[in-house]
């Protein structure tokens, strides 16, 4: 089975521009989580979306969004970035459901650098 | 609102010393409690949860409701356990899935 898939990898934006970042979960999760990790503030969580409706969010601003396609791949949206913005950006996804296994396993990440 | 606290930034050991990360939690209901790890280079992963019972290489973790705390512990540590380690706590009721994770210790195992 493949694993969570983010694009890019890298990118480098600068001051006010947006952003879009995809995941794409394991094949049957229809929960993608994102987190954005930085070194000050370390990993938390921004939003989760499960079958195309956010279920789940963070206290960020309204800058950053999500979104949920029907084959469950997800993009997450940052407008008008800020340098503070610069991090690691972290999806994760899993099955959704209460089951036991419901863990979640994460992508390798966007990592994101404002100028 | 729930908090995951690990108060070691850093933890260095020599190999074959019994290591123990710390982790401690504030939450007014039952939570389920996971480690996750990060090795060089490689994407975070999960090690073990609390609901498991299970040993994953080595490590065990009991979650102590009275203590409200979830600590990492390996009798013998390895050099290959160098990594990051992050503790994470999701909350009942609807929380689903959102973790909330503590800030992490590095872990460095000596030879």
């Known amino acids: 089975k493949a694993g969570v898939t983010q694009t890019p990898r890298y990118l480098i934006k600068t001051r006010g521009q947006q952003v879009t970042l995809s995941c794409s979960p394991i094949s049957g999760h229809r929960s993608v989580s994102w987190y954005q990790q930085t070194p000050g503030q370390g990993l938390q969580f921004l939003f989760e979306?499960?079958?195309?409706?956010?279920?789940n969010k963070g206290n960020f601003p309204g800058r950053f969004s999500g979104r949920q396609f029907s084959n469950s791949r997800s993009e997450m949206n940052v407008s008008t970035l800020e340098l503070g913005d610069s991090a690691l950006y972290l999806c994760?996804?899993?099955?959704?459901?209460?089951?036991?296994?419901?863990?979640?396993?994460f992508g390798a990440g966007t990592r994101l650098s404002v100028l | 609102a729930q908090r995951v606290t690990q108060p070691e930034k850093l933890l260095s050991v020599f190999k074959g010393a019994p290591v123990e990360l710390k982790c401690n939690y504030s939450?007014?209901?039952?939570?389920?409690l996971f480690w996750y790890v990060q090795y060089s280079r490689q994407r975070l992963q999960l090690l073990l949860r609390h609901i498991s019972r299970e040993s994953i290489k080595g490590f065990t973790a009991d979650l102590n409701k009275g203590e409200t705390s979830f600590h990492l512990k390996k009798p013998f540590a390895q050099e290959e356990d160098s990594a990051m380690y992050y503790c994470a706590l999701k909350a009942g009721g609807t929380s689903y899935g959102k973790l909330t994770f503590g800030q992490g210790t590095i872990l460095t195992v000596h030879p």
């Open positions: 939450y007014s209901g039952s939570p389920e």
């Open positions: 994760a996804s899993q099955t959704g459901g209460s089951e036991a296994k419901n863990i979640q396993y």
């Open positions: 979306y499960f079958s195309e409706t956010q279920r």
